[in-house]
């Protein structure tokens, strides 16, 4: 049936309708209940050209986390415009991420849910995506202290914990923007925007929340517990 909708085309023209199929079906059923012959017929091929063009369903799962993978950071990427405030660079950014993930709903749950679940090979590819991502979300942090101070007061090491945080609660909240009806990506957004930089922005401007002081265990020690203040009668 998929033979007879053969039309002839470009192979890359049809390579990425079939990539197009694929990442419909995969991200609607996941990867092993996927069958071939469903993203055959709805990409209007046969199945035989379908293994020639992408070898394995292994190979074609691995094309769709790379392709979308691809498309994700680079959407997030343009949406951070240049010359911005740092507050209007991360809106810009989030906004991006989420107005993306809610245009491509499959190709999210490709990347975060089923690639991450079927094995190694796949989890290495989307752990390469995310890196991408927060290294970019680690300049973006990184410059906005910069702005903020001419002297940086934020360590390294503090910067990329603030990313990962940031870019992890993205993550998540876009799971939670795509199984609740009427959340738009401009919410999801501001929602995330609201959440982070009242902290971030504090951190820009010198004004850390600090623990309150404990004395360190010593070696062999449990750590201090916090004692309840006493309950006043009469």
């Known amino acids: ?24 079906v995969f991200g609607q059923r996941g990867y ?8 055959a ?29 691809r498309a994700l950071t680079e959407a997030v990427r343009a949406g951070v415009l240049p010359g911005l ?4 660079q991360l809106w810009s950014g989030l906004r991006a991420f989420f107005t993306h993930t809610a245009r491509n709903p499959d190709a999210w749950r490709v990347l ?17 995506m995310r890196a991408e991502i927060v290294a970019f979300v680690t300049q973006l942090i990184a410059a ?3 702005d903020a101070h001419r002297d940086p007061h ?3 090491g503090e910067v990329a914990g603030l990313a990962e945080a940031l870019v992890g609660a993205a993550e998540s909240l876009a799971d939670w923007a795509g199984a609740t009806d009427g959340v738009t990506a401009k919410q999801a957004a501001a929602t995330l925007m609201n959440f982070a930089w009242a902290g971030l922005g504090d951190l820009m401007t010198g004004r850390p ?20 203040a006493p309950i006043q009668t009469g």
């Open 1 to 24: 049936m998929g033979a007879g909708k053969t039309k002839r085309m470009p192979r890359a023209v049809r390579e990425q309708q079939m990539l197009d199929a694929a990442v419909r």
């Open 209 to 228: 929340w600090s623990p309150p002081e404990e004395p360190e265990p010593g070696p062999g020690e449990a750590a201090p517990v916090a004692q309840a």
């Open 85 to 88: 405030a740092p507050d209007g």
């Open 32 to 39: 092993m209940a996927a069958s071939m012959d469903e993203i």
């Open 41 to 69: 017929e709805l990409a209007g091929v046969s199945k035989p050209l379908v293994y020639l063009y992408l070898n394995s369903k292994d190979d074609l799962f691995t094309a769709c986390i790379r392709r979308e993978a």
């Open 112 to 128: 975060h849910l089923h690639a991450r679940t079927h094995g190694e090979r796949f989890a290495v590819e989307v752990a390469a």
């Open 154 to 156: 934020l360590p390294a």
């Open 144 to 146: 906005a202290a910069r």
